[in-house]
């Protein structure tokens, strides 16, 4: 069954550095999301991607964040300059259509130091 | 925005036990959805639904539209059931995008 795929699982990074979180969607799927959670809290929606463009970002995603689907399979979230409240799990998310359920990825835990 | 709340926050039940879960939001929505997370973080869609109820093996979700109120039970409960169920909706406009409840840790004692 097609699953969605994120890449690093664990991530431990230093406090000003970039990260790149990769997700691999579902391969027929158009509509793309990252979500995160931090630990103990509840998963927020931080970001949608549709049509090779972001479709709705949240106030915490800020200039620090970007996403890029560079060549038509991978989603990247990337983070200029961690901070440590970035520290969390983050996924990644698919859909095929409208009002489709939406596939998630394992997640990829992140720790800012 | 929407506000999505779930009780109870923990529940503890005998395995074999009858469960439900509650979730109530404040503004209206084109679909509810019933997610699964286990111990190591990974979250399954188990329910996406817009009306009336549906059901798998032995959860099935029902919705109120009208009370803007879904519950999720779970027949014969397991130890294997155990995890957190998670509450989330989607708009009526935009992308589709989910806003989260806090979820419900269930644990089943064998």
């Known amino acids: 069954e097609p699953e969605v795929t994120q890449t690093p699982s664990h991530q431990v990074t230093q406090m000003g550095q970039e990260v790149i979180l990769r997700c691999v969607p579902i391969?027929?799927?158009?509509?793309f999301y990252w979500y995160r959670q931090i630990l103990g809290q509840k998963v927020e929606f931080l970001v949608s991607f549709y049509n090779n463009e972001i479709s709705e970002k949240s106030e915490i995603f800020d200039d620090q964040f970007s996403v890029e689907r560079p060549d038509g399979s991978n989603f990247t979230l990337k983070i200029r300059s961690t901070k440590l409240e970035d520290s969390a799990m983050y996924f990644c998310a698919s859909r095929r259509g409208h009002q489709e359920t939406q596939y998630f990825g394992p997640g990829t835990r992140l720790l800012v130091l | 925005k929407n506000e999505v709340e779930q009780s109870p926050q923990n529940l503890t039940a005998q395995e074999g036990e009858f469960i439900t879960i509650n979730c109530s939001y404040s503004v209206g929505i084109s679909a509810l959805h019933w997610l699964q997370q286990h111990p190591g973080g990974g979250i399954v869609s188990l329910f996406m639904?817009?009306?009336g109820k549906k059901k798998h093996g032995r959860l099935i979700a029902t919705i109120n539209i009208q009370e803007k109120h879904s519950s999720l039970h779970i027949t014969a409960s397991h130890p294997r059931d155990s995890a957190v169920y998670i509450c989330?909706?989607?708009?009526?406009?935009?992308?589709?995008?989910?806003?989260f409840g806090t979820g419900t840790r269930l644990t089943i004692i064998p």
């Open positions: 989330a909706v989607t708009p009526n406009f935009g992308n589709e995008k989910l806003t």
């Open positions: 391969s027929n799927h158009l509509y």
């Open positions: 639904l817009s009306s």
